[in-house]
């Protein structure tokens, strides 16, 4: 017997196909259903109130629907909010919203650990448990807005970064899935302008998603400026130096007043210096693009520092002078290890979590 589809993880046309084909229903019921499960984020068929209990009972037996289920929020002092969340075989990923005056940008997760190994990052810690199926990774955003509506119910997620555990372009077809999903004017309906799929290098992949259309902004973590030191710090370089990393994202199709992100994590000693800010600019001649300078956060065990405010300031005045425009990413949420690079999916101590107006709910979406 073939198990059941996953209905979080069907297009709307896959929806129809299967609604039509296997349970001979209606095609109006595909759209039903589907913006029920990405539109409301309803995590049962249950709450599928326009569809008759046997109707509900003839989906229950047919196909999947599995909501993650969120175990912990944890809110910073700066209002970010940091989920765990568990999968339905009980892996945690982590997932982070992330307030800036009216916007609100949520950073979602893209695999269970990841396989990348950077030695800055603690997500490389856990190394790679599997890939998020296009359900896990859009089930993210629908129950943050759920939480939000619960606790900041004037907010809104504007804006979503790939940039949680996981590298994005090493699950390409899920993660391509995922933004037909959250894109569709029937479900979230955010808009392609507004998502951001970062990535360590995967050149291969870049020029596969330089041909999809439409398409997110891309964002590179690039972290160094010479490959002796990449090599050390992010082993992907081994495979795609930086010469090829660059000459693929000189090709990236780039539509009007579009610009490439590239992430700059600061590490003292490793990669802060005058010199590393000119080669910098030299590097990215010719690219449209902008850098966001990250101070490394620090997370047990990892052997680095984050430089000096001056140091850092030294280095941004430095690209900046050579006509590049560089910005200083303040760290969000770095309180309960939600900023960059510490998400590690670990379980926090119960009083250190504040949960929101319903405490210890752990299916907030219901
Ligand atoms: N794998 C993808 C998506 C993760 S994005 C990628 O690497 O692009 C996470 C970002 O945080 C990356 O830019 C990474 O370089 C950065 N980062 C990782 N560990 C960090 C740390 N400890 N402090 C600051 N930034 C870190």
């Not at 909501?67 to 910073?76: C, E, F, K, M, P």
């Not at 010469?243 to 199709?253: G, Q, V």
């Not at 000119?278 to 850098?291: A, D, F, H």
Request: glycine residues 6%; proline residues 6%.
């Amino acid at each position: 017997m073939s198990e059941k589809p996953d209905l979080r993880s069907l297009s709307l046309e896959e929806t129809s196909a299967f609604v039509t084909g296997q349970l001979g229903l209606p095609k109006y019921r595909a759209e039903q259903l589907w913006r029920w499960v990405h539109d409301k984020g309803v995590s049962t068929f249950d709450d599928m109130t326009n569809l008759s209990k046997p109707l509900r009972e003839q989906l229950a037996d047919n196909v999947r629907l599995e909501t993650l289920r969120v175990d912990q929020v944890q809110t910073s002092k700066d209002g970010t909010r940091k989920l765990r969340l568990l999968t339905h075989d009980d892996r945690a990923i982590e997932s982070v919203l992330i307030p800036d005056g009216d916007k609100t940008t949520q950073c979602i997760s893209s695999q269970v650990g990841c396989a990348l190994d950077c030695k800055f990052c603690a997500t490389a810690k856990l190394g790679l448990g599997r890939h998020l199926s296009p359900g896990e990774i859009v089930d993210q955003v629908y129950r943050a807005k759920a939480l939000l509506a619960d606790v900041a119910p004037d907010r809104r997620i504007t804006n979503i970064v790939y940039m949680g555990m996981g590298e994005p372009l090493h699950n390409y077809d899920n993660v391509l899935a995922s933004l037909r999903l959250l894109t569709h004017e029937l479900g979230a309906n955010l808009s392609y302008r507004r998502i951001t799929v970062s990535t360590v290098g995967l050149v291969p992949k870049i020029a596969k998603l330089g041909e999809e259309s439409p398409r997110p902004n891309l964002a590179i973590s690039l972290n160094a400026t010479t490959d002796e030191v990449r090599d050390q710090i992010m082993p992907i370089n081994r495979k795609f130096n930086l010469a090829k990393l660059l000459d693929t994202l000189r090709e990236f199709p780039l539509e009007k007043r579009r610009r490439i992100t590239f992430e700059y994590v600061m590490l003292a000693g490793v990669n802060d210096s005058a010199a590393d800010a000119k080669r910098l600019t030299r590097l990215l001649e010719g690219i449209p693009c902008k850098v966001n300078l990250i101070p490394w956060n620090p997370h047990e065990g990892a052997p680095y520092e984050r430089p000096s405010p001056e140091a850092i300031e030294a280095f941004q005045n430095e690209v900046k002078r050579h006509g590049l425009p560089a910005y200083l990413r303040t760290p969000r949420g770095d309180d309960i290890d939600a900023a960059c690079g510490q998400l590690a999916a670990r379980p926090q101590a119960s009083e250190h979590i504040q949960l929101g107006k319903k405490p210890r709910d752990r299916s907030v979406g219901a």
